[in-house]
């Protein structure tokens, strides 16, 4: 199996550690910016879109975000399947354009938000949907230290604090609002705030607040870069008890625990949630199924996040 690998910056390397663990003959292509980049061991370099020859069996988009629209377009030529990193782009002109060509041509592709195969939200997730809890209110909190992000570099000039590269902690967090879409389907209408103005002093946002408006609940979500002492969780207030989940710990508890037993997922590691989404996506492609949050889902999440709905 050949794989070309577009951008092979830290997230890439997790794919790459993830495939060897599921099938070590695999075959690595990576597509580099400049000839000066860094060898990997075990992976064979391109420097133009231009000199792959080889036809892949799929595509890992994951260079900075406001590349992906190229790197999507480029890929194409290929017509195999599509793995594109989140988010799918960093704005939506021209998405229509790539949306039509991905359709017409029939190609497979999934974005990746491995937070989906975290063990907390799959269980959320097959909890609702067995016990279709009436749920009056949703709190989602994801806060981080962006300094901390990326130890020994000058945080002010990685992709997440600079906006013209695609960063800002709305499109970095995605992955809040993608696991709330996937749990609770799409809102009827959304609120958004956001601000760049905390003591980072970075010109991309660094706090996003959504409110994904549903029939009978409002999912509150709050993202920023700056807190300290990490925290990511959900809370779900039903008619009947309140669920907290931490994402950090992988725990999740219930106010009655005659409903919902305390559930404690030790043995997670963060590392697990790619490994089981390459898992989940090369089954899906060798067995031509369809995959979730395939182009047009991730545009649907995308607009929520930009308030283009």
Not at 109 to 132: D, G, Q
Not at 176 to 186: P, Q, R, S, T
């Amino acid at each position: 199996m050949n794989i070309l690998i577009i951008g092979l910056g830290s997230i890439a390397l997790k794919h790459i550690s993830a495939l060897k663990q599921i099938d070590y003959s695999i075959s690595i292509n990576a597509l580099r910016s400049n000839e000066n980049s860094s060898i990997i061991k075990g992976v064979n370099n391109f420097y133009s879109i231009d000199d792959v020859t080889l036809k892949p069996d799929f595509v890992i988009i994951s260079n900075p975000t406001h590349l992906h629209y190229q790197a999507i377009k480029d890929s194409l030529k290929f017509s195999c399947p599509l793995l594109i990193e989140k988010p799918v782009l960093n704005k939506l002109e021209q998405s229509s354009e790539l949306q039509k060509v991905i359709n017409s041509k029939k190609i497979k592709t999934y974005i990746a938000c491995n937070l989906r195969f975290h063990p907390v939200i799959k269980e959320l997730k097959t909890w609702i949907e067995e016990a279709k809890p009436i749920i009056n209110e949703v709190n989602v909190y994801c806060g981080s230290y962006l300094p901390d992000w990326r130890p020994g570099k000058d945080f002010r000039k990685i992709y997440s604090a600079n906006a013209e590269m695609g960063g800002g902690v709305h499109l970095d967090l995605i992955h809040e609002i993608d696991y709330c879409y996937w749990l609770f389907g799409k809102p009827l209408k959304t609120k958004k705030l956001t601000r760049s103005n905390s003591s980072l002093k970075i010109n991309s946002i660094d706090y996003a607040n959504y409110q994904l408006i549903y029939a009978n609940f409002v999912v509150n979500i709050v993202l920023n870069y700056y807190r300290k002492d990490t925290k990511r969780g959900i809370e779900i207030i039903t008619n009947e008890q309140t669920i907290e989940a931490n994402l950090v710990n992988a725990k999740i508890c219930s106010s009655n625990e005659r409903l919902y037993p305390t559930k404690q997922f030790d043995e997670f590691k963060i590392s697990d949630t790619y490994l089981d989404q390459l898992k989940y996506y090369l089954s899906c492609i060798r067995q031509e199924e369809k995959l979730m949050n395939d182009f047009d889902e991730a545009l649907e999440v995308l607009k929520i996040t930009l308030a283009d709905v």
